[in-house]
């Protein structure tokens, strides 16, 4: 490893140590609620290998039956994970010289790996030490967190005793409002989408609430923006 | 400590569907929209996906609208950990007495 690989290493472990500390309480609850609903301890880590992906993994974990009712779970990982293509989009230009690694690279991009490299990319070039650094500390953090959560789930019979199941909706609650962009834009997707998972969920079994609602934002979304910026930019473009 | 197969294909079919939305940023950067409604759409399915998946379980009873409620007032002052915490052990707090 050359001087320069090692300041990248430092540099990355730096830039990623608060992330991996906020990470571990989420894998754990996650290996938690996967024990509650029957999951093993390897089926956790063949989960968190094979899609590294938390809040669909939070999710899927929330909608889990057994037997899985896999095409509704497939379609929501794809709808959930939809914004990796838009930052994937965003970073393609700052990792277009790793070549063939790109492939590699795709398979552990997450929210946190990206806006990680998008900020270091602001003040040097993106490379491929720094960018593999924070993504492979991510990666076996989650591993490693996720099953110790499914080890310690075991021995929590009654997990609504302790408010256990309210850790979902309060981290989900928590990660909306990051996406607030104001009443005028965000609100009629969150009233379209919460009304339409509410009645979808009374009438139908399984996951579907959650793709109608998320249907339902988007129309709402690209029904009330503003028609001039539409147009403009549409033109624009 | 096994597999079971089912579980196993919506694992494999999540992952090969979350791979698919990550290599695809990468192969198609030069030709998304960066406007209209395509773009407006893409931008809301963070939070419209987000409210979707909560809305039933915050509008459950009331113990859990009232804890979403200061989960949401928290959560615009403190850190994530925090406020997954607190919420958590309000609702914890709410139940040993109204339930």
């Known amino acids: 490893m050359t001087e320069q690989q090692r300041s990248e290493v430092r540099a990355a472990l730096v830039a990623v140590f608060p992330t991996v500390a906020a990470c571990i309480p989420f894998a754990l609850i996650l290996g938690q609620q996967a024990t509650a609903k029957g999951l093993s301890p390897l089926e956790m880590l063949a989960m968190s290998s094979i899609v590294f992906a938390g809040s669909a993994q939070l999710l899927a974990v929330g909608l889990w039956t057994m037997p899985a009712p896999v095409p509704a779970l497939a379609l929501m990982a794809l709808l959930i994970n939809l914004r990796h293509t838009l930052m994937g989009a965003s970073l393609q230009a700052k990792v277009a010289h790793f070549g063939r690694w790109r492939f590699v690279a795709a398979y552990v991009l997450t929210d946190e790996s990206w806006a990680l490299s998008e900020r270091r990319a602001l003040g040097a070039p993106l490379t491929r030490t720094f960018y593999f650094t924070v993504a492979l500390s991510l990666f076996v953090c989650w591993q490693i967190a996720s099953v110790t959560g499914t080890l310690i789930g075991a021995w929590l019979t009654h997990p609504e005793t302790w408010g256990l ?73 | 400590m096994t597999i079971d197969p089912v579980n196993l294909a919506a694992i494999l ?32 399915l963070p939070p419209a996906v987000l409210v979707s998946v909560i809305a039933p379980a915050v509008l459950s009873g009331p113990i859990e609208a009232a804890a979403a409620l200061v989960t949401l007032l928290l959560a615009l002052r403190l850190p994530l950990v925090v406020v997954v915490f607190a919420g958590v052990a309000l609702v914890a707090a709410l139940r040993a007495t109204f339930g």
């Open chain 1, 165 to 237: 199941d309210f850790a979902f909706p309060a981290i989900f609650i928590a990660l909306a409002l990051g996406f607030w962009k104001g009443a005028r834009r965000t609100g009629p997707v969150l009233a379209a989408s919460a009304l339409t998972a509410v009645m979808v969920h009374t009438a139908l079994p399984g996951a579907w609430y959650v793709i109608a609602g998320a249907l339902a934002g988007i129309a709402a979304a690209v029904l009330t923006a503003p028609r001039s910026t539409t147009a403009s930019l549409g033109a624009a473009s």
């Open chain 2, 13 to 44: 079919a999540m992952g090969a569907l979350t791979y698919l939305t990550r290599i695809l940023g990468f192969l198609i950067a030069d030709r998304l929209p960066r406007s209209g409604p395509v773009r407006i759409g893409l931008d809301a």
